[in-house]
């Protein structure tokens, strides 16, 4: 069982930045794909980036190409997440999730384990 959670969301301002912390309870964290989603109200929780257990990273298309970096330390068992040049449409629930040995899908249901979510608000 891999337990997951999510911290530093919060209220944000437009133009700013944040960075998001993944934890994973799980001796071989090195052995998972992690995979970043966020959920707007009233939409679909969507595919924002992942970074396969091989080393790839796969991204969202162009709503957070340029502004979005992650990042992932094995040896602490976190991921991260950091997004620039925030806008008020990332204001979403933001989820990891976490793979086995994944190649980095971007398909939600691949993912067998999910933390909380943290809620990022950005204000214009």
């Known amino acids: 069982q891999v337990q997951l959670v999510e911290s530093g969301g919060g209220l944000m301002q437009a133009g700013g930045s944040l960075r998001l912390s993944c934890s994973a309870s799980v001796r071989t964290f090195s052995n998972y794909a992690l995979g970043w989603f966020r959920q707007a109200p009233g939409k679909e929780r969507e595919f924002v980036s992942v970074f396969s257990w091989t080393g790839r990273i796969t991204y969202y298309a162009d709503s957070v190409k340029g502004r979005l970096t992650i990042s992932r330390d094995n040896a602490k068992n976190t991921g991260y997440l950091q997004l620039n040049s925030l806008k008020p449409e990332d204001t979403a629930v933001y989820y990891c999730?976490?793979?086995?040995?994944?190649?980095?899908?971007?398909?939600?249901?691949?993912?067998?384990?999910w933390g909380q979510g943290t809620q990022v608000t950005v204000s214009s």
């Open positions: 999730a976490a793979d086995l040995y994944g190649l980095g899908s971007t398909k939600k249901d691949v993912y067998e384990y």
